[in-house]
């Protein structure tokens, strides 16, 4: 096959959702039709389950799982499709923010009881901010839920979308009779239990056909007609220009459990989902079908054997092939590495390949070269844009507690973060190291993993800080911005690319501090300049 028709069957997305909205169920449901697996219960959640012993040690078992789904690749009708697991847990988020950067477009599970949940609009944002394709499954139809309407409204409200649906659910709940797919005319009937069968779908191209009331009854049927004829009067239709472009988003209706409308779903995903999109590098736009190789670092997966220093840098791949065994540029090292063994990833297995295209993810095994945001190329100097670093939520000052460790202390925490397990700040003022953290558990991880895996003693003390803002001034000359530096001295650190952070101890300080230097901004994201 050609290196465009390559490029042109690859579709490589992630789901994102709430913990519990359905998107383990949905993806194991994608790998059935895939025939990626072979049976339900085959896609171990990488959640945290409630009611774990400990959740720490939950933790460590996730990132056990986490290698075998971190890609999980399938063949559907001629196309390749490369799920990117995007961790659910909230101590995860992070993780899946990196993850966000080398997808080309998303699938959003709503559930249809619970509406938009919190982290759903975290990471909706981040997709919005970036025009990523999205495609809405509203999961969960079994169950009783909020009207379809309502829920519409909601997502749009709440998510800042512009839906168009392209499913309507027929009634819900324990009422629930089946699917009106608008995208393929044609009507999908729940039996209640199909959790291993692929249902029939009946063409229904003529809405005032009898043959609908012959399938749902007439009462639901002329309410249908009703919905739909709304449907059609308040929501533009779907132009697939505008879902690229980030601008309006497909919704479907389904229960992923019950494998119901998730076949729709993915027919139509194949159709109108993007093939990899070119990247904005610092230097210029680079296009998948560019002949020269170039790929990123988004994730980095480390030490699961102590006794082996072996990590794992799951590297995008932009434009051109990446071949095992060529030499390629590390463009931070100014290196040339050579890869024996790269891993192309499968549902729940890897294997050695000798190629891979724009699109795909490959695992280069790694002793401590890879940071994540890395570029790779065939020798061009590319620095890929788009691994923003977000506020954490906590932070506390870590402490060497065994004077004799200090270097496998600085190195173990030096590896963390470079694996984006949390970030590093350093005071300006004195030099002490505070560590913040999307989720209070990940300091317990950290502790144990410089134990365990560095042999590293740390302690923590609490710091009284609630947010780290990217310090950007209109001048950095200016009288303003030097007095802001001197009074805020206490407050000043830098992040580990060397960025300017201030860090605030509430809300308020906030605010007051913007009034008083309004030409200093402060954000919340590291990257601002885009
Ligand atoms: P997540 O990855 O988004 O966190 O969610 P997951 O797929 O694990 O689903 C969360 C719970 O919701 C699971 O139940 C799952 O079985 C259920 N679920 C998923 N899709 C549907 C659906 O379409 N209808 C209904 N009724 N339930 C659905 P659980 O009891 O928490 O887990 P389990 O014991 O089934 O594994």
Redesign the pocket.
């Known amino acids: 096959m050609s290196f465009k028709k390559e490029i042109a069957r690859r579709r490589t997305f992630g789901?994102v959702?709430?913990?519990?909205?359905?998107?383990?169920?949905?993806?194991?449901k994608l790998l059935l039709f895939g025939g990626a697996i072979q049976e339900a219960?085959a896609v171990k959640?990488?959640?945290i389950k409630?009611g774990a012993t400990s959740d720490f040690m939950e933790i460590e078992r996730q990132r056990g799982i986490s290698v075998a789904t971190s890609v999980l690749a399938f063949e559907y009708n001629g196309i390749k499709v490369n799920i990117l697991d995007t961790p659910?847990h909230k101590d995860f988020a992070e993780d899946t923010f990196r993850t966000l950067t080398a997808v080309d477009s998303v699938i959003v599970?709503v559930?249809v009881a619970k509406g938009v949940e919190p982290q759903t609009e975290k990471l909706v944002e981040v997709c919005r901010m970036r025009n990523i394709p999205m495609i809405v499954f509203v999961?969960?139809?079994?169950?009783e839920g909020k009207d379809a309407f309502e829920l519409l409204d909601e997502i749009e409200e709440k998510l800042r979308l512009k839906v168009t649906p392209l499913s309507f659910p027929i009634g819900m709940g324990y009422d629930f009779k089946g699917i009106y797919n608008l995208w393929e005319k044609n009507v999908n009937l729940f039996s209640g239990d199909s959790r291993k069968n692929i249902e029939e779908t009946i063409q229904v191209s003529n809405l005032e056909d009898s043959i609908l009331d012959e399938l749902v009854g007439e009462d639901s049927a002329n309410n249908l007609r009703e919905e739909l004829e709304l449907v059609q009067g308040v929501y533009p239709a779907f132009d697939q220009e505008e879902y690229l472009a980030g601008h309006q988003q497909p919704v479907f209706f389904?229960?992923?459990?019950?494998n119901?409308g998730v076949r729709e779903l993915l027919d139509c995903f194949v159709k109108i989902a993007p093939p990899p999109r070119p990247k904005m590098s610092e230097e210029r736009l680079v296009l998948p079908n560019e002949d020269a190789f170039s790929g990123f670092v988004f994730k980095i997966h480390a030490n699961m054997d102590p006794k082996h220093r072996d990590r794992l840098a799951f590297i995008k791949i932009v434009s051109g092939v990446f071949e095992r065994n060529k030499p390629y540029l590390h463009v931070r090292n100014k290196k040339n590495l050579k890869f024996s063994s790269p891993n192309a990833f499968f549902a729940e297995r890897k294997e050695i390949v000798d190629i891979s295209y724009p699109g795909d993810i490959v695992g280069l095994h790694d002793t401590g070269n890879f940071k994540i945001g890395d570029t790779l190329t065939s020798g061009e100097i590319l620095h890929y844009k788009g691994i923003p670093a977000f506020s954490p939520e906590h932070f506390r000052y870590i402490n060497n507690a065994d004077p004799m460790k200090s270097k496998q202390l600085a190195k173990g925490i030096d590896q963390l973060m470079d694996e984006g397990v949390a970030q590093l700040f350093t005071l300006e003022l004195n030099g002490r190291k505070v560590i913040g953290t999307v989720g209070a558990l990940q300091y317990e991880v950290i502790q144990y993993r410089l134990e365990h895996e560095y042999g590293a003693k740390c302690t923590y003390e609490p710091l009284g800080v609630s947010k780290a803002c990217w310090v950007d001034p209109e001048d950095p000359k200016s009288e303003e911005f030097k007095e802001f530096l001197r009074v805020k001295q206490r407050f000043m650190a830098k992040d580990k690319r060397g960025q300017l952070v201030f860090l605030a101890d509430s809300p308020f300080t906030l605010q007051m501090t913007q009034q008083k230097y309004p030409s200093v901004k402060m954000h919340y994201v590291s990257e601002f300049k885009d």
């Open positions: 789901i959702s709430h913990p519990d909205a359905g998107k383990t169920t949905l993806t194991e219960g959640s990488n959640k409630k659910g599970v559930d999961n969960k139809l079994d169950r389904g229960s992923a459990l019950n119901f």
